[in-house]
């Protein structure tokens, strides 16, 4: 059945074990499982599901894949015509903190249009060298405008997802509304004729 409601495509990316497919089974089912078999994900898998931001009805489709992927050529493919990309780490593997400028050269090379939001996962735990605060401040002022959100969350516990998708969804309504602006098209406004556009330029 043909539906209006507008759908994005949002990716998870950053460093294998970071908690990508974490995040993906907390938004399609509110789960966490602490041993997750396997160490890495394989493939691709996606999800989608409708939320309600600024009461409007909106689709999310969330895009899972292996850290290890970075290096391959599906890469294209999964990038394509994605809205956001939630680029992880670890709060407490700082390899996976410094390997994120890679991840987002990665994303602005792949993708023309997807927004960057930052997520450091695993909160609920504690490392002599965790990333803390101060570390995040200062890596988003080296990214001056290219992330459009930082969030702090714990799969494990569940703080701060919920907040994260409806943010992230709420921020992609708003880019494409002021993308798609009705005020900003005159579609009865003749275009200038030629005789004009000759006067203005002569005088
Ligand atoms: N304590 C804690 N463990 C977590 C959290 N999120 C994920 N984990 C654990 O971290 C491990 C890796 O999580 P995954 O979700 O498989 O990581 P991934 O990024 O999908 O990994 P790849 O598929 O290899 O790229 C698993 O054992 C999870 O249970 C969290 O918030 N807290
Ligand atoms: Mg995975």
Redesign the pocket.
């Known amino acids: 059945m043909a539906t209006d409601v507008p759908c994005f495509k949002v990716i998870l990316c950053?460093e294998?074990?970071?908690?990508?497919?974490?995040i993906f089974r907390r938004f399609v089912d509110n789960s966490f499982?602490?041993?997750?078999g396997p160490?890495?994900?394989i493939g691709l898998d996606h999800m989608s599901k409708e939320f309600t931001v600024n009461g409007k009805r909106i689709k999310l489709e969330l895009w899972d894949t292996?850290?290890?992927e970075r290096f391959a050529t599906l890469s294209a493919s999964y990038f394509q015509s994605s809205s956001a990309a939630v680029l992880?780490y670890s709060r407490v593997d700082r390899e996976s903190f410094s390997m994120l400028s890679q991840h987002i050269l990665d994303i602005i090379m792949h993708s023309k249009t997807a927004k960057i939001f930052l997520c450091g996962?695993?909160?609920?735990?504690h490392s002599d060298d965790e990333i803390t605060d101060a570390d995040v401040g200062s890596f988003s002022e080296q990214c001056d405008t290219v992330l459009s959100g930082i969030f702090t969350i714990?799969?494990?516990t569940g703080h701060g997802l919920t907040d994260m998708f409806h943010t992230i969804v709420g921020t992609l309504l708003i880019d494409a509304e002021q993308r798609f602006d009705p005020t900003r098209i005159r579609p009865h406004e003749s275009p200038p004729d030629d005789s004009t556009q000759k006067h203005h330029c002569c005088s």
């Open positions: 950053g294998y074990g970071v908690g990508k497919s974490s499982t602490e041993d997750c160490r890495s994900t292996a850290g290890i992880c996962n695993k909160r609920d735990l714990s799969c494990k």
